[in-house]
């Protein structure tokens, strides 16, 4: 029968606690990526972009240039004007979020949609984003 000492324990345990941590810090970054229907719930009319950003974090500017065939919007709700103002979306890993602020860069109304994602092969992304 093989002996087991201290530091075969010793060591088995860190590196079982290590594995823990990681794989807990890994399913936290992943659960709390971006934005969510709890956060759209929270945008109230009347608040300033600063308020919104301190709720929502910086804007994704580059939203509508990421959308190169691989993701998919779908309007899920909305309150206020759309079509009127200066909007900033956010984009998160379920859902996105578009604020539309007026000229004294206050919200006056906001949109969710659900996101859904497909595989696209690299050559295609290339090609996609080529314009061919």
């Known amino acids: 029968m093989k002996k087991t000492t201290r530091s075969h324990i010793v060591r088995r345990a860190i590196f079982i606690g290590l594995a ?3 794989a807990g810090a ?4 992943i659960a709390g990526w971006g934005v969510g229907r709890g956060d759209f719930l929270r945008i109230a009319p009347g ?4 308020e919104v950003t301190a709720l929502l974090g910086k804007p ?3 939203f509508p240039k990421c959308s190169v065939g691989e993701r998919t919007l779908l309007h899920v709700e909305h309150w206020g004007l759309l079509d009127e103002g200066k909007p900033e979306n956010w984009l998160g890993r379920d859902y996105a979020v578009t604020v539309y ?3 004294g860069g ?3 109304g906001a949109c969710l949609s659900t996101v859904s994602y497909r ?5 295609e992304k290339v090609r996609l984003y ?3």
């Open 20 to 22: 823990l941590a990681l």
């Open 26 to 29: 890994c399913g936290l970054l």
């Open 47 to 50: 608040m300033t972009e600063a």
């Open 60 to 62: 994704s500017h580059h």
């Open 101 to 103: 602020f007026d000229g």
């Open 106 to 108: 206050k919200v006056q």
């Open 119 to 123: 595989w696209v092969p690299f050559p």
């Open 130 to 132: 080529l314009g061919f």
